[in-house]
């Protein structure tokens, strides 16, 4: 994404509202727990899995929702790595870089991913297809190096492996 | 010293439909649950307590007698939490048990809540293990259907509910008070201690937090004995123990042996030795990165338990054992195992916040070559600056293993300064 676009771009995102189905959810997420702040994190994660991120507008119909302020919502999303403030790539590839995995190679797994993407870690490919990030462990390191893409982990790897499976995804 | 000639824990592990609550229940699981609700409740943490069962999640601290910190007479709702965090490097044994036996670890989770008097499980789960949750969300939901979880269970009287929840990516959320702000809906910010969390957990209820092994052992200690579980291993160490085997070794992954089985068994018999036999082996983690180094001198005659460790100056923590061979630059390890502190360090504390990234790119920079004459002395001083001054330990798990490496590898650190290179990358060049 270049320079001049993101601005816009990220404003359009930030307005973006929960559907109603996912409101539902919310609700529902609440009433299981003995106190809804404790929805807070279900909630998040369910604006996730609508949105492929946490739109402040989302946030804001969180907030809204458990009884505490958007900034409350905003300080806890980025507290934690796994929630995207903006929009991500299709597929997030997540490469382990903790000791593990960096004595069976995730050097230079990262270097090949870098050099076929086309991106460093932490960016997304123009396309829109890939974000690739570096992570710390993924509690998987006797199968290392390892990567988790979306929801899937990925063990065993070898470039050849991950190559397979990159070029298999849309 | 008993040594476990049985599998365990992991007996079920090889059987794909396992995760199923009529294969589990074929084999057994659910039995003991029935037996302890016809139990009275303080024999089975007396059971608990005599067996020696100590914490699988870091500390080693005794099972049994934390139950007993569980206030007896207070009205308020109790809590059982089952941390399922797993996120110190090095660790994959709880993914493990939930992913393959998720039944027989609800199993252990009931029984202990019924021990402490508990109406109410939280099993906080690290948002990375999305097939961990789903199959322990499965299986939560077989258990209900069938009144292993519920109003009055198995006709018992006692009714008992479990809530999953799932984290969302924060290596400090494994830390207990961490866990419960974090179950909270706040950021995942340690918590002072005392009130500790039997007197003041979640919402400020009597709480008991428990690693997924730990609990895991609760069943087998009431079908078998205490007395069973206390014989192996040895006094204060007991019981079987799942090793995580990670890094240089032919067959890493994921080993069940009594508690203190010698590293050279675990590695040698168990991990197949290193993965390139030409290598010699150079250095172990035994016990989590939050452990301190240990030479391969020092692993000959290593008995791998919560005392002998300790005493030797590191711990067997989470029990995730990482191997690295002779071809592994010291300097630069270190520099990952500091990465990852300088990552996560939750920012409450000065020493931490700040420490935890000094020391990391001072020795980021002393591997590129920077480093200069007073920097070691400058790291360890900065290291004791961080030891026992802030609200958790995790402070502590960053600085420790830091001057464990200056300490037990210095002459690395001083051929990188005095070099200016890494000696290794210089020699293959
Ligand atoms: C920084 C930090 C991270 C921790 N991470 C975990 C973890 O991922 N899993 C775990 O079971 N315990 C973890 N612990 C230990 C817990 O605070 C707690 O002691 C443990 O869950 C208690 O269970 P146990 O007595 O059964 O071992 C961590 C502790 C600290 C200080
Ligand atoms: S020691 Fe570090 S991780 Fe622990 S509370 Fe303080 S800043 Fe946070
Ligand atoms: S070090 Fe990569 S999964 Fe643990």
Redesign the pocket.
């Known amino acids: 994404m270049n320079g001049e676009l993101k601005v816009g771009i990220e404003f359009e995102h930030a307005a973006q509202g929960l559907g109603e189905s996912t409101l539902k959810e919310i609700d529902r997420a609440i009433a299981r727990y003995p106190r809804k702040e404790s929805a807070l994190l279900p909630a998040l994660w369910l604006a996730q899995q609508e949105q492929g991120f946490c739109s402040l507008e989302a946030q804001k119909q969180i907030a809204e929702k458990i009884g505490v302020s958007p900034a409350f919502v905003a300080g806890v999303v980025s507290f934690y790595t796994m929630f995207h403030t903006r929009p991500v790539g299709r597929h997030v590839v997540d490469l382990c870089t903790t000791v593990s995995c960096w004595l069976r190679g995730s050097d230079d797994l990262l270097s090949q991913l870098e050099r076929k993407l086309g991106i460093k870690a932490g960016e997304t490919t123009r396309d829109g297809r890939f974000t690739l990030r570096t992570v710390e462990c993924l509690g998987s390191c006797g199968t290392a190096p390892m990567c988790q893409i979306n929801e899937d982990y990925h063990e065993d790897l070898t470039f050849k492996k991950i190559d397979t499976i990159l070029d298999g995804l849309k | 010293m008993g040594a476990l000639t049985e599998k365990v824990l992991t007996r079920n592990l090889h059987h794909a439909d396992q995760p199923d609550i009529d294969a589990a229940v074929g084999r057994g699981a659910y039995r003991q649950l029935a037996r302890a609700l016809t139990m009275e409740r303080d024999a089975i943490v007396e059971e608990v307590k005599k067996s020696g069962l100590r914490?699988?999640?870091?500390?080693?601290?005794p099972?049994g007698l934390?139950w007993t910190f569980m206030p007896k007479d207070s009205p308020k709702p109790r809590y059982l939490v089952v941390?399922?965090?797993?996120?110190?490097p090095g660790?994959f044994k709880?993914r493990l048990l939930i992913e393959r036996d998720p039944h027989m670890c609800l199993e252990g989770f009931l029984i202990s809540a019924y021990a402490m008097r508990a109406s109410l499980i939280f099993i906080y789960i690290r948002g990375e293990f999305v097939l961990g949750h789903n199959t322990l969300a499965r299986a939560i939901e077989q258990a209900r259907a069938k009144g292993y979880i519920g109003g009055n269970v198995l006709g018992s009287g006692w009714d008992i509910d479990v809530i999953l929840h799932r984290g969302a990516g924060a290596?400090?959320c494994?830390?207990?008070t961490a866990?419960m702000e974090s179950l909270e809906g706040k950021r995942g910010y340690p918590r002072l201690k005392p009130p500790f969390p039997a007197s003041y957990g979640v919402y400020g209820n009597p709480t008991t937090?428990?690693?997924?092994e730990?609990?895991c052992c609760v069943p087998f200690i009431l079908e078998r004995g205490s007395a069973w579980f206390a014989g192996i291993g040895r006094e204060k160490n007991t019981g079987p123990k799942l090793y995580c085997l990670s890094g240089h070794v032919k067959r890493p992954g994921v080993y069940e042996a009594e508690v203190g089985i010698p590293f050279m068994r675990l590695f040698g018999e168990l991990g197949g030795g290193l993965l390139d036999p030409k290598r010699k082996l150079k250095a172990v983690i035994p016990g989590g990165s939050?452990a301190a180094v240990m030479t391969a001198s020092e692993c000959d005659d290593l008995p791998m338990d919560f005392d002998t460790l300790m005493a030797r100056g590191s711990m067997l923590g989470?029990a995730g054992v990482m191997v690295m061979d002779d071809s592994v630059c010291m300097v630069r390890a270190c520099e990952r195992v500091l990465k990852f502190y300088a990552h996560e360090s939750c920012g409450q504390c000065t020493p931490c916040r700040v420490g935890a990234d000094w020391i990391h790119r001072t020795v980021a920079r002393i591997e590129a070559g920077g480093g200069k004459q007073g920097d070691l002395e400058t790291l360890v001083s900065v290291c004791d600056g961080m030891i026992g001054k802030t609200i958790?330990?995790?402070a502590d798990?960053a600085a420790l293993p830091a001057k464990s490496f200056v300490a037990k590898f210095r002459d690395e650190f001083n051929d990188h300064i005095s070099l200016k290179t890494c000696p290794m990358r210089a020699g293959k060049a």
Do not use: M, P, Q
């Open positions: 914490g699988r999640g870091g500390a080693g601290f099972c934390k941390n399922c965090d797993e996120s110190e660790t709880d290596y400090i494994g830390e207990e866990l937090i428990n690693n997924v730990t609990l939050s989470s958790c330990v995790f798990a």
